[in-house]
């Protein structure tokens, strides 16, 4: 089977310096493969996809196929690394349009503060049969917490008793608020493992119930996640392409590009890109240190921002999601009238001319300065996903520990929270009322 590839032609690193760094990058690869580095403890994703627990693994299959049956749309609650990873996953394999074309339709909630959002989604599903998925490690996270206990009203009322068939739950194994409703209400529920943060959770219940769900194929994406950590856990530098890229990454940092891009060609990879996002900016921005992770989806995008990247300031790097091949696509038809001087391509495919705009633009960015890493897929599919998803955790783990950060935990994220929660206790004082 192809393998994902790494390309660096385009990102003006030489030889030297990768011989530079490379011991820096071996050693971080060594402290985190042999648990050694700070809070290693949260580290248990690792392995995970060669340790799942084989009951709990059949009981998702079998709540995924209760929910394809007796519901024409699920609604997943949760935020940050709750969702992001379904989210991308469903997105990614079951396509563009796809609540259109497929079934069950995924919904998401829990994921914003937007009265607005909600109002129009409950108007959205009230007239469908509905499943809920809830994933929250402590059950007390606001945005997920608030749209729990307004959708949990909602299916109560409208199914009764068989509400508590309806509503899944996916918490910790033992406390928490959330697993205390779930013991009390009798919900099926999924265990968020305590070894393994919200951004790495994509092969946990978290990710893999949703998943199941939707109709993708997990055991393929358990599959894809087995050959990742065969193939990216060996300790040898020049044939592992997660410390390649690591390399490249601190490197790139090192000489002045505080910015990553990760740039696209589809929009149905938008939320890979989301998630990558949260991946890299929780695990590495800390203590005034880390790079920046942004997205662009090109070549939408090239409309919009590509005047910067091409002429602006030179503080960022490309990194492009490359994929080979696609199941569908659209061919060029003939006109007989040419208005518009395209019958030269006349029989291309859009992949084709997609995939000239994406070399078009690479070699344009770096006329202008602008450092290109290239990431090829054979084709976008559940093992390709499952490995692509490995890949990048395993390199943020490294770059984070070569870049001197915890990359595990995320301590200014409670800071918002803190505030946010003064300021509501302050106005319940006050007798306030919106």
Not at 351 to 361: D, M, R
Request: charged share 25%.
């Amino acid at each position: 089977m192809e393998n994902i590839k790494l390309n660096l032609e385009g990102s003006f690193i030489s030889e030297e310096e990768m011989k530079k760094i490379q011991p820096e990058i071996m050693a971080a690869q060594e402290i985190l493969l042999n648990r050694k580095g700070i809070s290693s403890e949260m580290t248990g994703w690792l392995d995970y996809a060669n340790k799942i627990d084989k009951k709990e693994y059949q009981d998702i299959k079998t709540a995924a196929k209760y929910i394809q049956k007796n519901c024409e749309a699920f609604i997943l609650l949760g935020i940050g690394g709750s969702y992001l990873g379904a989210k991308a996953a469903i997105e990614a394999i079951r396509g563009d349009f796809h609540n259109e074309l497929c079934r069950p339709q995924v919904y998401y909630a829990g994921q914003n503060l937007s009265g607005q959002y909600l109002k129009r989604l409950i108007q959205l599903v009230k007239e469908k049969e509905v499943c809920i998925i809830v994933i929250s490690k402590s059950g007390t996270t606001l945005e997920t917490a608030i749209a729990f206990r307004i959708f949990k009203e909602l299916m109560e009322e409208k199914y009764k008793e068989e509400s508590k068939e309806r509503i899944f739950v996916v918490t910790d194994k033992e406390k928490g608020a959330l697993k205390s409703v779930s013991n009390l209400e009798e919900y099926k529920s999924f265990v968020v493992p305590d070894r393994v943060g919200g951004r790495y959770s994509v092969m946990t219940p978290v990710g893999l119930l949703p998943m199941a769900a939707a109709g993708l194929n997990i055991d393929k994406f358990i599959e894809g996640m087995k050959s990742a950590i065969e193939e990216y856990t060996i300790r040898n530098f020049e044939n592992n392409i997660c410390c390649i890229y690591a390399a490249a990454r601190n490197i790139l940092n090192r000489k002045g590009k505080e910015i990553e891009i990760l740039v696209n060609y589809e929009p149905s990879y938008i939320f890979i890109a989301e998630w990558w996002k949260q991946l890299f900016g929780e695990s590495e921005g800390k203590d005034g240190k880390g790079i920046f992770p942004g997205s662009l989806n090109f070549t939408t995008d090239l409309h919009s921002m590509g005047q910067f990247v091409q002429d602006g300031r030179k503080i960022f790097f490309e990194t492009t999601i490359s994929v080979e091949s696609f199941k569908e696509d659209v061919e060029i038809p003939f006109d007989k009238n040419d208005f518009d001087k395209l019958n030269y391509i006349v029989g291309k495919k859009l992949s084709y001319i997609n995939k000239k705009a994406f070399e078009g633009t690479f070699m344009a960015h770096s006329e202008g300065y602008v450092p290109g890493i290239v990431i090829s897929l054979p084709k976008m599919d559940e093992y390709y996903l499952g490995k692509l998803f490995y890949f990048f955790m395993l390199t943020c783990g490294i770059s984070g520990y070569t870049n001197g950060v915890d990359p595990f935990t995320q301590p200014g994220v409670e800071a918002y929270k803190k505030n946010m929660f003064k300021l509501l206790k302050e106005n319940k004082r006050k007798g306030y009322r919106p």
